[in-house]
């Protein structure tokens, strides 16, 4: 049975156009193809970018923090009480108002009481801001690393320039190291986040954040092994072009540069709607449904990889929705966070001392004013 659905599942006909096989991209006279097996290094690639941005985040980005003067304000911690913390972990984070009048009568607190530690005992779960800031850092370097390396990769070929080059020979068409190593660095990278999605800093779209991840990821490895390089690569090099000055944005909103982060938004939210709006659907997208049928007749897997585009595609308008509200909540002048927050609470209202400033949450705006968000990608 497992041999019937591995040859299903890379029968030709399914992946290739019409009269070609697998056999068409073996290895010969020098040159090398795209195998579906490249992508087994991937895996363990990932892994060790959990462990360099490990240190990366301790030894670089800790040290960055402290230097830009980012600062925890003083949270107040919930006081035990194991009524209240057995109804919070097993019940809810958040209790209705008849909830509220139970467990005050439980455990001997005020209805105003039994409000107030579950504020407090919320702000505790909620990650810091050097958490933020490291993990800001982390994405912004290899953004723009990637950023980099990618127009290294695509900026002499001739398809960047005339995308109607990019079918030229479709399929027969061989790779070079460069390419390679750019595509295994860049699944690596989204596994990796993949991989650390449940201890990252949480975001409202958070759902929307596993279903832009696993796109990419399969989005890049079938254009990998179904030899859709030269557009994967004019896409990716596309996400990574605003998504560094995302980051850099958040890491300035955190350390309390107003000015600059907001300067640097204006810029990312140009780059994002140009790239993301117009570059993408009206040159990526038509070079990728458009030209195609010029050559062959369509099969599964042009339905398969524009499907899937069209996925990140949904995802980009979402996120500039996103942008765009902010934006002109900022235009303005209204105070305004970032609508992807999970803004900390805080205890203003009982004349306490409020917690710590909460929420830029990836995407944008803590201290009371803009930026935006994470992961539009590829991204993302």
Request: with cysteine.
């Amino acid at each position: 049975m497992f041999q019937t659905l591995y040859d299903y599942f890379w029968w030709e006909r399914l992946w290739l156009p019409v009269n070609l096989t697998w056999a068409d991209l073996e290895d010969r006279d020098g040159r090398v193809y795209a195998k579906a097996s490249d992508l087994y290094i991937t895996l363990p690639l990932a892994l060790l970018f959990l462990i360099v941005r490990y240190f990366f985040e301790l030894y670089v980005a800790t040290p960055l923090a402290a230097l830009l003067n980012v600062k925890e304000k003083t949270r107040l911690r919930a006081p035990p009480n194991p009524t209240l913390e057995h109804f919070y972990l097993t019940s809810g984070k958040q209790p209705k108002q008849a909830e509220v009048e139970l467990l005050s009568r439980q455990s001997g607190l005020s209805g105003r009481q039994v409000e107030r530690w579950f504020r407090r005992r919320r702000n505790q779960d909620r990650p810091s801001l050097l958490k933020k800031f490291r993990e800001a850092s982390w994405r912004f370097t290899f953004y723009l690393i990637a950023f980099i390396a990618g127009m290294a990769v695509i900026v002499d070929k001739p398809w960047f320039y005339d995308m109607k080059k990019v079918w030229e020979g479709y399929p027969i068409q061989s790779t070079i190291p460069s390419q390679y190593w750019y595509y295994m660095i860049e699944l690596s990278f989204y596994w990796s986040l993949l991989f650390s999605i449940a201890s990252d800093v949480k975001r409202k779209d958070f759902k929307e954040q596993i279903i832009h991840h696993v796109a990419t990821i399969i989005l890049i490895s079938f254009s990998w092994f179904a030899n859709y390089i030269r557009a994967g690569t004019l896409i990716m090099a596309l996400h990574d072009s605003s998504d560094y000055l995302l980051e850099s944005a958040k890491m300035f909103n955190y350390a309390g540069w107003k000015n600059t982060c907001n300067n640097i938004f204006i810029v990312f939210a140009i780059v994002f709607i140009i790239t993301r709006l117009v570059i993408l659907p009206f040159w990526i997208l038509h070079c990728t449904i458009v030209y195609p049928l010029e050559l062959y007749p369509a099969f599964f897997g042009y339905y398969f990889f524009n499907s899937m585009m069209g996925v990140l595609q949904l995802l980009h308008i979402f996120w500039a929705y996103l942008i765009l509200r902010m934006a002109h909540k900022f235009i303005t002048g209204k105070l305004v966070e970032d609508e992807r927050s999970d803004r900390e609470e805080t205890e203003s209202s009982e004349g306490e001392e409020a917690g710590a400033v909460g929420g830029a949450k990836s995407r944008p705006l803590a201290n009371g004013h803009p930026v935006l968000s994470n992961n539009h990608r590829k991204n993302d």
